[in-house]
């Protein structure tokens, strides 16, 4: 079946540490993107990337990290650096657009719920 | 400064009831893309639909329904005979200017649907 996994599913932090969320997709997307929610609050994003080896800052980028060495493969890190990392990360992943002003929809993996102890 | 609006933040009803979910969008652009996502308990966000800004034709889908004006710049949607399978957060999201990959998230209704 095709589709994003993300592990793990429950990720518990002590203060101090980095940790490395896992995003696999096997849709063969170009296009990934990590996401962060808040309770009661839309999504925010914290990177995206359109192709290997090249990523963006989205909104919320401070004190996260991402890789792109592969196309199936899109890990998030959370460092020390982020202040209040307890949250749920989604990442999900697109076809790119066919051309300026156009947008594909996004398919999400299950998510990750990070809690800092 | 672009912006969406799901007023709603909670929305109760009794199974089998219609009911419909209000989108409200800011945007300067004049080509731009609007889409429905529900999330379930589950978590992980579930795309419904996506609309052009120059397609204002109603769109209907099983008990799904949306209704896209541009004169009011909203974009609602409406389920029909509500089921308890469809208790959820519903997220409305609006293509950001200037980029073609990034979407500004309205925050949410949750509805719930009673037996």
């Known amino acids: 079946d095709g589709g994003i996994t993300q592990s793990p599913k429950y990720l518990f932090r002590k203060e101090g540490q980095n940790v490395t969320l896992s995003c696999e997709q096997n849709?063969?997307?170009?296009?990934m993107y990590w996401y962060r929610q808040d309770p009661g609050q839309g999504l925010r994003l914290i990177y995206y990337?359109?192709?290997?080896?090249?990523?963006q800052k989205g909104d919320i980028a401070e004190g996260y990290s991402v890789s792109r060495e592969k196309k199936e493969s899109f890990p998030l890190t959370v460092t020390s650096a982020q202040k209040n990392p307890t949250a749920f990360y989604l990442c999900?992943?697109?076809?790119?657009?066919?051309?300026?002003?156009?947008?594909?929809?996004?398919?999400f993996g299950p998510g990750t719920r990070l809690t800092v102890l | 400064a672009q912006k969406v609006t799901q007023a709603q933040t909670e929305i109760s009803v009794v199974e089998k009831e219609d009911v419909t979910l209000d989108c409200v969008y800011e945007?300067?652009?004049?080509?731009?893309?609007l889409f429905w996502y529900k999330q379930p308990p589950s978590g992980e966000l579930v795309f419904l639909i996506r609309?052009?800004?120059?397609d204002e034709q109603n769109e209907i889908s099983g008990r799904y329904s949306w209704n896209f004006q541009k004169s009011t710049s909203s974009f609602n949607f409406t389920i029909t005979a509500s089921q308890v399978v469809d208790s959820a957060v519903y997220f409305c999201?609006?293509?950001?200017?200037?980029?073609?990959?990034?979407?500004?998230w309205g925050a949410g209704t949750k509805l719930i649907i009673k037996p």
């Open positions: 990337s359109q192709i290997v080896n090249d990523f």
């Open positions: 849709l063969n997307h170009d296009a």
């Open positions: 609309r052009n800004s120059f």
């Open positions: 999201a609006l293509s950001k200017e200037d980029s073609n990959y990034q979407l500004i």
């Open positions: 945007t300067r652009d004049t080509t731009y893309y």
């Open positions: 999900a992943s697109s076809t790119l657009a066919g051309g300026p002003s156009t947008y594909n929809e996004q398919f």
